[in-house]
């Protein structure tokens, strides 16, 4: 792991800080928007927090998404209970820190291509708004006029205006900062590999960097590799990853102002067909380039593009913007979301191991849900009553048999 | 028949060029430095690698917005603009779809990727091994940076394998089973056991059995306060000018930076007709004395290097060593119009009795260089292994006695494969060529009869020869970038105006590597996609980060090579017009 030039001061400050401490009361694994979104908001309580991570902040999922925070695409029920709830404590982030993170109050527009997809939409929709969401109901001359470049062969669309972006690695850093202001810290370079045996009462964590102690709880943000720190732990926690594609265009004028998405996109979440599906998802960005989405499949940890993803999302991409043909295409990432069978995801005390708490498995949902997830966190900590139930997303509901059998991929 | 003056408009001024101009040499012909502004800063630019690999020099051309001036070729009644450093899309008329479709699909049994000195003779000794070729390069006609050919020939043939070069090569003008593809670039290229996928540009397809590697290198080129004012440009930019289009990118020009090349360069300015103003080398003189013994034992080189320096002198061309370019100034057009050297702190002798001074030239043009960095972006796509040559300082593709890399079926040669030079490329590329072939025929590429062997032994003393006196020029010759003269304000990614402040920031906010700065500052997120400015960044974390030094550059990531239209990506995708999501397995 790189360690900063000796003779370099400004390196030494607390931010970047390399020391492992011999103990904190809370530990949180992995600085992503979810790890850092908690250690931020427990040193404003006043805990004794270190962060710990094996790479760099943002490094894994949180900066290969697009960095949206989704009413639209949320089931009505704990899932969207809890999107709600994290985009209202995001607007108050956003109020403070709105040019630093660039949060955008876009909206998002849901297209359907026939009369059948409009009907699933609507009837979505309608559901969301007993929910408490707001949903308008696009086609003809409205739908035009708030999407003019929109293919005219779109039937209709409904559109969700608390639909949120932000830029997630600036969210990451932001986040870290406040938490390292608060007097939390932040290891780099420190991977944990299990509960360490000195035999002594006390517990603590075994990492690459040495072993600390542990107070009350060791918080899984680990991503797409929770499954693989829970097993490390003594625990089992099914949360793997799932393989994403998105393509940056160059800057372009105005294509669209809104984040735009085709009507199967929801049921690309939760389906469960073998090999890839693509649906597409369009949106802009404040610096210029659109990015171009959406891919779902299970290939464990390839980092090689799949050339025929990327000609169905440039495709599919045409399809809904037809001016979009001779943008061009600059580069693509991948990501990979971390998630569950049921796709919800893992807010709480691990079933077996105490001590271990997870808060992870937010599929392509975990830059939204990052900050009620951390609220959810304290309230766990401080064993008081969280303002959206987290039965739906007990770590225990996995602990039973069987229930993890129907979606593995090779 | 030479074909007629090309009358053209620049922001609906009507201008000429002379035929097989590019926009970039009919806009400096015409006195024009500068014909886009940034994005961010809305900073004036024009010329600078002058091979299309910077993006610096984005114009709008028609109904085509932000295409590369340099690489784009004028036609007669070209309405050219002003790019805003935006690309076409949504209200902007759309430009005519690519010429290629789905169904176009270039076959034969080796690819080779670059038509320099080493895809040359790799194309050369494949057909010459019985097999098919499909030679591909992205300018419009063969040969590469070192054997750039003029744009169109004294008969006014513009076709990709110029007269010279098919006398050079005359079985890649006559023999069968060679298509050249020219004009178009591989944006994305797959290989592995089943053979080798290509995606060109304009949307077509390429499949062969095998491929060579020949992408070659791009120049290194330093930053100092005022090096994005108009008029100052890269060394090679300049001796492309004068090879592709027999003109000059300034009057006044001077010449700095380090390295061989500055040499080569500036005897062509001045033979061209140019006032070259000085010749600027960072290095000692003591380090290049070095070169004394190795030039004494390569006599053909030392006639080389004596060519080149004579005409230097006889133009009356000062050389200055141990100095640097600490600053250029801007003249009354905001183009760049003087240039501040200074003796070289970071250079080793600099001391002692040196000449302190700074000297100010008056110039038109300043031409810079500090070396060459293999062009990794296809062989990152490909996966292959790279290693970092002893004597040198970048990554480089890692290659065996055949030019066989770690992926079977893909060989390399060249530049790409560590800076060793053009004599070095074409015998690396003859190897390399044979070797595929004989890959595809399915006999080991070490077996002599493949590659004619009884031209292996002359071919192997040359080879050890030219790898000697290249080995000894990069020991002369280390990179030599004084990152001290970089500024806070000075930019350091031109695409999207990041300046060395906010990646230094990004350091000491914890930043620790090139990726981490990209994700902090942007930089190496613009049309470039980090090409220019990534060795940069990467020599600024080396400093700022010495146990870390390695030079893999992650900022040279590219699961896309060059920037393509969206509709020759979806090209041949079943799911365009369709209306169901795409699913694949």
Redesign the interface.
Known sequence: MRRPSPGLTVLASPRCSDELPAGADVVIVGAGIVGTAVAARLVATGADVCLLERSAPAAGCSSSGEGNMLVSDKLPGPELDLAMRSLALWEEVGSEAADRIEFQRKGGLVVAWDAAQLAAIRALGDEQEAAGATVRRLEGADLAEVEPQLSPLVAGATFYEADCQVQPMHAVAYQLERAVRGGGRIVRGAQVRGWSSSGSDAVALETTRGSLRVGTAVVNAAGPWAGELAERLGSHLPVVPRRGHVLVTEPVSLVTAHKVYEADYIASVHEEAGGWRCSSVVEGTASGPMLLGSSREFVGWSVVPDPDIVEAIAARAIAVFPGLANVRLMRTYLGFRPTTPDRLPVIGWDAEVPGLLHATGHEGGGICLSQATAEAVQCLLERTTPPVSLEAFDPARFSTAGSCSNWART | MTPPTIRFSFDGRPLQASPGASVASALVANGLRSWRRT?TLGAARGLLCGIGTCFDCLVDVGTQR?VRACVTALRDGDSVRTSA????????P??P?PAGTAADVLRGAVLVVGGGPAGLAAADAAVGCGVSVVLVDSAARLGGQLLRQPSLDATGDVRPLSRGLAVRYPRLAHAPGVTVATGTGI??L?AGGGGV?G?LEDGRRIETTAMVLASGATELVAPFPGWDLPGVVSAGAAQTFIKAHGELVGRRVLVAGSGPFLFPVAASLARTGAKVVSVVEALSARRLASLAGALARHPAKATEAAAYVTAVVRHGVPVRTGRVVARCEPGRDGTVGKAVVVPNREADGAGGRQDRRAHVYDVDAVCTSFGFVPRLELARQL?LAEEVRPGQLFSAVACDVTQATSVAGVFAAGEVTGIEGGEVAALEGTVAGAAAAAYCLGRDPRDGESGGGRLDASRDRRMVMARNFAACLNRAYPIAVPLGLIGDETVVCRCEDVRAGAIRSA???????A??VR??T?CG?G?C?GRTCGPLVQLMTAA?????ASLVGDLQQ???AI?????A?????R???????????
């Not at chain 2, 990506?569 to 995708?573: N, P």
């Open positions: 994005r932000a450093s935006r690309g076409s899309g949504g209200t902007d759309c430009p779809a944006w994305q797959r996928v995606w996966g350091f000491a906010t914890g930043a620790a590597s990726r981490e994700n902090a942007r997120m049309y996609q700022s980060f010495p146990a870390s590219r699961p896309v920037p393509v239209a969206l509709q990506v979806a090209r041949g995708s799911t365009i017009g369709d209306r169901s999501g795409g699913t694949g397995s």
